[in-house]
């Protein structure tokens, strides 16, 4: 499932190819994603010229005068940027034609993505972006607020950060390998962080997404060439996956259990 780090290298990839570009057409492949497709999305984005595209949580917003087109990739979806000449791949569900040799695409395997229309930003106007909680990379997200929110929490500290009216786009990777690096055991009840934990955590937090995104951006060509390539990102990680290999701080065997009906890892000695 694409994370944080993934949509943000996508905007990243696909930002040049979009500003100061119109849309020229727009084929819609397939009606219904995780929702119905607006009926007349194509008419609505035709002649509109691109001006911005953004990031909020793990959605996508492309936008120019009076229109705003919002798309988030559910667990496979992927966008990327190809040349006009290229054929249609299967599971392509969405294309725009832009005013130049290149199209950008939406990919999407299990159709579990959303794409929609609207003349006013999503970001005041819709109920799905109503309770998200601070970006992880803003400055706002920082040991005080962390502190504050979770005082009277019962629940453990991983679930916490999972919670997007919390703090958005932290998935079970991030979570997992933030806990790891902050030394801080993923059962923790929230409401028993530290002062010191706290500032431990958000930095991990946005130490492991900006490295994410570093490195995302070495294997950009994915996402904007025609090469066929897709799927996400390899990491290393320390904690994640490892489950019986030896910590890389202590070489104990790496545990794995269930929160929240989750899987978690983490290194018994290294976290407490
Ligand atoms: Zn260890």
Not at 33 to 43: E, F, P, S, T, Y
Not at 154 to 178: C, D, P, Q, R, T
């Amino acid at each position: 499932m694409p994370e944080l780090p993934e949509v943000e290298t996508i905007v990243n990839g696909v930002k040049p190819y979009l500003i100061n570009k119109k849309i020229i057409k727009c084929n819609v492949f397939t009606k219904k994603l995780r929702w119905n497709l607006q009926n007349d999305l194509a008419k609505k984005l035709i002649n509109k010229k691109i001006n911005k595209i953004e990031r909020r949580a793990k959605y996508i917003i492309i936008s120019g005068e009076n229109f705003f087109l919002t798309i988030h990739l559910g667990m496979t979806g992927t966008l990327r940027v190809s040349n006009k000449k290229e054929k249609k791949e299967k599971h392509d569900h969405f294309i725009l034609q832009l005013s130049s040799k290149y199209i950008l695409k939406y990919n999407d395997p299990r159709k579990f993505g959303m794409i929609f229309f609207s003349e006013e930003s999503p970001i005041s106007s819709n109920k799905l972006f109503n309770n998200l909680g601070l970006e992880p990379l803003s400055k706002k997200f920082n040991a005080e607020y962390l502190y504050k929110i979770s005082r009277n929490r019962n629940v453990a500290i991983k679930s916490f950060l999972m919670n997007s009216n919390i703090v958005v786009g932290i998935g079970n990777i991030y979570a997992s390998e933030s806990l790891f690096l902050a030394e801080i055991k993923p059962n923790k009840i929230s409401k028993k962080l530290t002062k010191a934990n706290c500032f431990a955590l958000t930095n991990s937090i946005k130490k492991v997404l900006k490295n994410a995104i570093k490195k995302g951006g070495s294997t950009i060509n994915d996402y904007i060439t025609v090469d066929g390539k897709k799927g996400y990102f390899q990491y290393d990680f320390k904690v994640y996956g490892r489950t019986s290999l030896p910590c890389h701080i202590c070489r104990n065997k790496i545990l794995q259990i269930k929160i929240n009906q989750r899987s978690s890892f983490y290194c018994k000695t290294c976290q407490k």
